[in-house]
């Protein structure tokens, strides 16, 4: 979950640009996000993105970042009342972040609508993907979410998560050879000191 949401203030921050005045303190208190922040801490920030709401309501980043902080404090409902807020900015965003919201929240029939929509914005996009394959495997739903791992991984195959989550699914399955060389791909690629996925090789894999 934190390596999930550090991705997730990466993709945002990446995003951003900045104008004067209240983006500056804007910018300043975003950057504070942490995964370690505390729900104290978080809830101040929120009081600090409502302030600069109040002055300018067509300040969409600062609906951004509020949304952000209340999935940090698992408040779906008012995350995704400020994510209607992105959809005049970045409509991709919006379908994105609001479907990663909703899957959080369990509400799995409308995330992968929102995930279809940020599909066919951006059909090169990986990690919509990998998101939506990821609701699929909550859902117990593992062979949709195999399909949806193989189309992240023809968009990029060099992703050593990525086969981590399919090799999840294909264990789900029992397809333990899949999944033995999603585990040894995933070394592979990027996690040669992963003891877990080791220890799950040489308890599975010949």
Known sequence: MKIFIFSLVLFFASLISYSQNDN???EEVANKLTTDS?????????????EIIEKDSSNYRAYRYRSLCYFYILDY???????EHMKNESEYDYYM???VVLK????YKMSLLSFDEAIRMAPK????HVEKGLCYFEME???LAISEFDKALLIDNKLCFLYEH???AEFAVGNKENACSCWKKSIELGTPNNTELKSLIKENCK
């Open 24 to 26: 500056k303190k804007l």
């Open 38 to 50: 505390t729900n104290e801490q978080l809830l101040e920030t929120v009081n600090l993105f409502t």
């Open 141 to 143: 739903n593992y062979s």
């Open 97 to 99: 972040f609001k479907a």
């Open 77 to 83: 409902d008012n995350a995704l009342k400020d994510i």
């Open 125 to 128: 996009d990986v990690y919509p």
């Open 104 to 107: 959080n929240k369990k509400d």
């Open 166 to 168: 399919k090799a999840k």
